[in-house]
């Protein structure tokens, strides 16, 4: 017997498209117009009702014997076999508007009738699939009813990686659990980061993470930060342009990469930096200028929804 469960739907919907019908109804019936424009409306109607209104009634997620099933109404259905699924996880992302859509620049297939709750399958070998313009797909975001039996379901039946920590609400990935006993020893020794900033061009602070032990700091102590040090050394050093790229202090690192309109400070405890961990700053601030340039560019001092789960990406070095 196969694990099914329901995607979240929204009754909302469903009401809307009944009512547009009853009205027009109702309308004719007032007017005195002819029967036969009566069943013309609902020849108009009935096939977008059917479609996106009960359609997605029928949305059943399961797992069996031939993997993963990811099925949203009549019109998407796709079985995942679990030799090629990685892991699953829970992801607190924002998914888009459209209840089916698709990222070719993050080859992410969202199947998400409503916003919560959302699992994450990862492949282990990029396919196709409906609604993806047939381009490749790396990662599928589906919503769900019951993400916590369908992981438990998957784990036992599938001997799928699962994960079920969501430690960090705003990051794509769920942070990695404590390590204990020579583990943890090792760790130690390992850079980590403890800080993340994203700071405007004009000084304002607009996004921060505080990882491990650390608190986060005052907006008045980040916000102009690296532009003080940096008007400082232009003018002692009489140096024009560039950023500066790194400052050090003990065992504390300070790295820092500048875009168009934001600069990402990243703040590294240890030894040594993680030799890649410039180029992931760098692909993470195109990403977020890409996104949400235009909230940036006429920043309010809000932060933008989504906004940190691409930050948050640099932990993941």
Partial sequence: MDFRTSGKYPFSRFLALLFTAVFLAGLIVILGIAPVY?????????????????????????????GVTIRQGWYFSAVIPANNISEM?????????????????RRRLFVTLSGAPLLRLELKQEVRLPFSSREPVQTVVFSVDDPEGMLAEAKGAL????????RCPHCR?????????????????????EYIFLIHHDGRLIFQFAGGGMRPLSTMVVSGMLLVIQDFLRDAFKTDGGVLRKLEHGDLSV???????????????GPDVPEDLRAVMKAVLRETEQDFG????VWDGVTPDGLGKGVSQVLWI
Avoid: N
């Fill in 89 to 105: 996880a829970f992801t607190d992302e924002e998914p888009p508007q459209r209840s089916i859509s698709y990222s070719p620049r």
């Fill in 255 to 269: 790295i820092i990469e500048g875009g168009s309109l934001t600069y990402l400070a990243v703040v590294v405890s």
């Fill in 294 to 297: 235009d909230l940036l560019r």
């Fill in 173 to 193: 990935q769920a942070m990695p659990a404590p390590a204990a006993g020579p583990a943890a020893a090792e760790r130690k020794k390992r850079p980590r980061i």
């Fill in 38 to 66: 009566i069943l013309l409306v609902l020849v108009v109607i009935m096939p977008p009702l059917l479609l996106f209104a009960v359609s997605p009634l029928l949305t059943r997620h399961s797992v069996g014997s031939r």
């Fill in 159 to 166: 001997q799928v990686t699962v994960r079920d920590d969501r």
